[in-house]
């Protein structure tokens, strides 16, 4: 199981962000990683609230508009469909054109004796395209709305990404400022060492030249009491 998959599981059971960071530290998991884990959570919890939001809010509005038409088309008494009224009139019309006689058809009411009927028509007409063209509109909403909160989703993680980064460099800034003295104080040491090395050669090769220069002295010597002992021998000879 990913790292991920166990935070969102976590989650899941209600458990709190503190306490899942601390359980994820004690399975020794990096705290990067922990924090992409967090960041990639409240994405997609993000991203199907919105989805739930959209899919559940659209369902009633489009509901509730449906049961608007009822009640005002209930409050006036008048149960109207436009399509089928229309054709109905047409069929009336040809019927009275066809059978009645021509007396009793010019008593019969004409199309245009009806103008509440007509007005009633023309207001009822524009408010189903208006309640098409809002629930157009909401779903335009819903989409927006969605896009804009991956927006700020995604520029909180980034926030939070360039917050650690600034928080490094600070802390390397700081390594640096504190450090750099210490370091010079090093460098002088060094040198000063490097100086004591030189003289301690120098002396050495000087100990050792003297060395020399008393061995040739003694071999003189050597060689002088030889000579000397040799003239002894041959004196007494």
């Known amino acids: 199981m990913t790292t991920l998959e ?31 884990a967090m960041n990639q959570s409240k994405i997609k919890e993000a991203v199907s609230g919105e989805r739930e939001y959209s899919t559940k809010g659209m369902i009633p509005s489009i509901m509730g508009g449906s049961e608007e038409e009822e009640n005002s088309s209930s409050e006036n008494g008048e149960t109207y469909t ?12 040809d019927y ?18 009806y103008p509440g009927f007509a007005r009633d028509y023309e207001e009822t007409t524009p408010v189903e395209e208006e309640f098409y063209e809002n629930d157009y509109s909401d779903g335009g909403n819903y989409g927006r709305m969605n896009s804009e909160t991956m927006i700020e989703v995604a520029e ?13 460099l600070r802390t390397l800034k700081e390594f640096k ?16 060492i490097e100086k004591n090395f030189d003289k301690m050669q120098i002396a050495i090769l000087e100990r050792v030249g003297s060395f020399g220069r008393n061995i040739d002295s003694l071999n003189k010597e050597v060689e002088m009491v030889e000579d000397s002992f040799e003239k002894m021998n041959k004196n007494k000879k």
């Open 82 to 93: 436009p399509s089928s009224t229309k054709n109905q009139n047409e069929g009336y019309e």
């Open 156 to 168: 909180q993680v980034f926030s939070e990404k360039v917050k650690e980064i600034e928080k490094d």
């Open 96 to 113: 009275s054109s066809e059978s009645l006689p021509p007396q009793e058809y010019s008593n019969y009411p004409k199309k245009n004796e």
């Open 6 to 36: 166990k935070v969102l599981e976590l989650k899941r059971m209600g458990i709190p962000n503190s306490e899942i960071e601390i359980r994820l530290k004690n399975e020794e998991i990096s705290p990067m990683e922990i924090n992409d």
């Open 177 to 192: 400022t504190i450090s750099a003295p210490i370091i010079e104080e090093f460098n002088e040491r060094l040198k000063r």
